[in-house]
């Protein structure tokens, strides 16, 4: 998915809100790193290299507001911080994750072999699914090593 940014004044404008300078250099910062998963502290350390005047609060804000219109997924790793990526995808199976338990390293795969498990658990509990999420926690390949497994 290509950001569309009229689409997206159209929705901020539906929120009574505006596409401010900040918001568009939050926005940026996902679209040039579209490969990370990235905390709100993070977006914050990349503007402020740009631009001084952008408080972490703004950025909490800006994520929040972008998460709620569906340009960007919040995600949830269990290591305290939300992340958060391009929505790229109208189809919420698009990819799941893989999660280092020493480095923190998120790795993305696109194998989803879980839409056979899906239909089999909706056909049986008459229970409509509309979206799942994988992760599988682990020690990525350079943290295995170190670890001597």
Excluded: W
């Amino acid at each position: 998915m290509t950001i569309d940014f009229s689409d997206l004044r159209q929705k901020l404008r539906e929120r009574e809100c505006k596409l401010t300078p900040q918001r568009q250099m939050v926005l940026q910062v996902f679209i040039d790193n579209r490969d990370k998963h990235l905390s709100a502290e993070d977006v914050h350390n990349i503007v402020h290299q740009q631009s001084n005047d952008i408080g972490l609060a703004t950025v909490y804000r800006t994520l929040e507001l972008l998460s709620e219109l569906d340009v960007l997924q919040k995600l949830d790793f269990g290591d305290g911080r939300s992340r958060y990526e391009l929505n790229e995808t109208s189809t919420p199976h698009h990819h799941h994750h893989l999660i280092c338990l020493d480095c923190g390293t998120v790795i993305e795969f696109e194998d989803d072999l879980m839409d056979d498990l899906e239909n089999i658990i909706a056909k049986n509990s008459n229970f409509k699914i509309v979206d799942h999420q994988v992760k599988f926690y682990g020690y990525c390949h350079e943290c295995t090593i170190k670890r001597g497994d």
